[in-house]
């Protein structure tokens, strides 16, 4: 029983498209977030976000939107793909709060934009 | 600007031996300290932590030490089994803003623990 899953895991589009990654995570936390792991293999935070606040780091394009529909899920939409988009896409979760000592993530979903 | 860092791309270790993988940090707001395993294809899996107020945390085969004043944190394997092949990452935690807490990764230090 997966606690954080993502789908699509590989996701191939054109530039210029538009897409979404899906992420749903079982373990009832309430902040989610979305890493993002480029081609030097950094993992970087895009986003967090609980059912209050959305924390979004100052150098991700507009082009990338987090929607919420419940604290359960944490959809990541990009517009206007480009081909420096090609990444793998990382969400995780945890607990609200200084309480939490870990996050959990899913398996990622590899993108490529050609 | 890299917060953390994990010096070493890779490191060879033969069975049985001890595995030690490195890293260091420059946020001195950093609060907890955790090691992530990570297979290919796969996301980062949780393997220990350590908070900043203490030096060492142990669970199994696996250690972390901390030494706050150098900015550094060592994570020990003993022994190193073949299975413990895969990318370590260091990632320490911070507060954001609000309560809200989110964790920086340093770059991953490759594992191969040789039969």
């Known amino acids: 029983d997966t606690a954080v899953s993502q789908t699509p895991k590989y996701l191939v589009t054109q530039m210029g498209n538009d897409k979404s990654i899906k992420c749903e995570q079982n373990l009832g936390h309430d902040t989610m977030y979305w890493y993002k792991q480029d081609s030097k293999k950094f993992l970087k935070i895009m986003f967090s976000y609980n059912n209050k606040e959305l924390i979004i780091n100052e150098t991700v394009p507009n082009r990338f939107s987090p929607k919420s529909p419940d604290k359960a899920h944490l959809n990541l939409h990009i517009n206007s793909l480009e081909l420096g988009d090609s990444a793998v896409y990382f969400c995780?979760?945890?607990?609200?709060?200084?309480?939490?000592?870990?996050?959990?993530f899913g398996q990622g979903t590899r993108l490529t934009v050609v | 600007d890299q917060q953390v860092k994990q010096n070493s791309p890779s490191l060879s270790v033969q069975e049985g031996r001890i595995s030690i993988l490195n890293c260091d940090y420059t946020n001195s707001m950093f609060d907890y300290f955790l090691w992530y395993k990570k297979y290919p294809a796969e996301g980062p899996t949780f393997l220990i932590s350590i908070s900043s107020i203490k030096d060492k945390n142990e669970d199994g085969r696996f250690t972390v030490f901390l030494n706050k004043s150098a900015k550094h944190l060592s994570l020990h394997i003993v022994p190193s089994q073949p299975g413990d092949s895969a990318v370590y990452f260091c990632?320490?935690?911070?507060?954001?803003?609000?309560?809200?807490?989110?964790?920086?990764f340093g770059k991953g230090t490759k594992l191969s623990v040789i039969p």
């Open positions: 995780a979760s945890s607990r609200t709060g200084g309480s939490w000592t870990e996050a959990f």
């Open positions: 990632a320490a935690r911070a507060d954001s803003g609000a309560g809200s807490y989110q964790l920086t």
